[in-house]
Each structure stands twice: as structure tokens, then as C-alpha cells.
């Protein structure tokens, strides 16, 4: 079975998010895309700045992370998008499976 991970990356509106959700799966890069609600506090050129984000958790197969990686810099209205890699260390053996089928 292959090796899996989530990806976590953000987006500033929920619109720009859901299309590269959508993207990825149809490319079949991911099995699955979660969006969620977030406030981020951060350092941004010597500021600290607040603001609303969508958290976009991808599940897939670690092979596809740098294919993933090139669509999120490729898209991405940030200029330095997040994009973190986490790996699966264990998971139910149907739902791995499940992501290894796609």
C-alpha cells in the first residue's frame, strides 16, 4: 500500500478555494478535499495581521504531494502560499484503501 499524507494550504475566500478542491480532484490528485473556516494571526513583512482564511485539508497519496504542490503555487494568489505536508503514520484500513483507490 502506498504511503499517505494531508496537505494543508490556505485560501482568502472560499471561492478560490472550492476551484482548487475541484481541480485536484478531478486530476485525481486527491481523494478527498475539506474546507474550513479559520482566522490566522501572522507576521507579514514586519506586521502582525489578522485575517480570515479557508483551510483546505487534502488527503491523498504521498506521491501526488509535488504535482499538488506545483497546482497550489501555480494558482495561488499569495505570494508565499502555505503548503505543509503531513504524513498518515496509521488510519483504518478501508479508508486507506479508499484513498489509495484513486
Avoid at 504535482?67 to 488510519?91: F, M
Wanted: charged share 25%; with cysteine; glycine share 2%.
Amino acid at each position: 500500500m502506498a504511503e499517505f499524507v494531508m496537505i494543508l494550504t490556505t485560501y482568502p475566500n472560499r471561492k478560490e478555494a472550492k476551484a482548487v478542491a475541484s481541480l485536484l480532484l478531478e486530476k485525481k490528485l486527491a481523494a478527498c478535499v475539506q474546507l474550513n473556516d479559520i482566522e490566522s494571526l501572522y507576521i507579514w513583512e514586519g506586521k502582525i495581521e489578522n485575517d480570515p482564511e479557508i483551510r483546505v485539508t487534502i488527503k491523498t497519496k504521498k506521491s501526488n504531494f509535488q504535482a499538488i504542490a506545483e497546482t497550489i503555487t501555480k494558482l495561488h494568489p499569495y505570494e508565499t502560499p502555505q503548503i505543509i505536508e503531513i504524513p498518515i503514520t496509521n488510519g483504518s484500513k478501508t479508508y486507506l484503501e479508499w484513498i489509495d483507490s484513486i
